[in-house]
């Protein structure tokens, strides 16, 4: 199965600034990558699909990047909505695989 | 406006079984691949399983196969989740999700609520 590790496991960060979450896969995914937000007591909502495509409604200022089995989610300029738990997700295989998730909390 | 709603958690007993639902409304649901993903207390998200959109391909994690098994009616806009011999591991939130593509395997774009398993004596 293919493993995906996100770092960091934590991210302090301030309202403005850019961030950026790391995902590695174990072999190759081509460009099927997503990623997620996830909020307290909510499910998960999609923000990027296919490593670099935004989903519809979601803001500008998140972006995907990479390829094979090195990927990055950013932020460009933190808001106080986007203080979350983030997870990468391959959909290579059919066996999906999430990260272990990244929570960017408040610096 | 798309909705998933998923319904049959609760708390049951090691080595019983589950039968989880989930209704979906306002997308025609017979054009998309459908699955479930769970996330145990204070954990991340794990993916369960998979089926295609007539219910032909079935993928299920490793850590449920020959447990679980998912399932649906296209007929009743519904999926099913069968959860046999539980275990204290399998307590987690389980979602249904849809996905985003039709007729295709693809990421997640709709998520229900989730519906808790709890699995204790």
């Known amino acids: 199965d293919i493993q995906m590790t996100q770092s960091p496991s934590t991210l302090s960060a301030s309202v403005g600034d850019r961030v950026t979450i790391t995902c590695r896969a174990s072999?190759?995914?081509?460009?099927?990558l997503a990623w997620y937000q996830q909020k307290p007591g909510k499910a998960p909502k999609l923000l990027i699909y296919?490593?670099?495509s935004l989903e519809s409604g979601v803001p500008s200022r998140f972006s995907g990047s990479g390829s094979g089995t090195e990927f990055t989610l950013t932020i460009s300029s933190l808001q106080p909505d986007d203080f979350a738990t983030y997870y990468c997700?391959?959909?290579?295989?059919?066996?999906?695989?999430f990260g272990q998730g990244t929570k960017v909390e408040i610096k | 406006e798309v909705q998933l709603v998923e319904s049959g958690g609760g708390l049951v007993q090691p080595g019983g079984s589950l039968r989880l639902s989930c209704a979906a409304s306002?997308?025609?649901?017979?054009?998309?691949?459908m699955s479930w993903v769970r996330q145990a207390p204070g954990k991340g998200l794990e993916w369960v399983a998979n089926?295609?959109?007539?219910?032909?391909?079935?993928y299920h994690v490793d850590s449920v196969k020959g447990r679980f098994t998912i399932s649906r009616d296209n007929a009743k806009n519904s999926l099913y989740l069968q959860m046999n011999s539980l275990r204290a591991e399998d307590t987690a939130v389980y979602y249904c999700?849809?996905?985003?593509?039709?007729?295709?395997?693809?990421?997640?774009?709709?998520w229900g609520q989730g519906t808790l398993v709890t699995v204790s004596s």
């Open positions: 999700a849809r996905g985003r593509v039709e007729y295709s395997s693809s990421t997640f774009d709709y």
């Open positions: 306002g997308f025609s649901f017979s054009t998309y691949w």
């Open positions: 089926i295609n959109e007539g219910g032909s391909e079935k």
């Open positions: 072999q190759s995914i081509s460009s099927w």
């Open positions: 296919k490593t670099s």
């Open positions: 997700q391959q959909y290579n295989s059919y066996s999906w695989t």
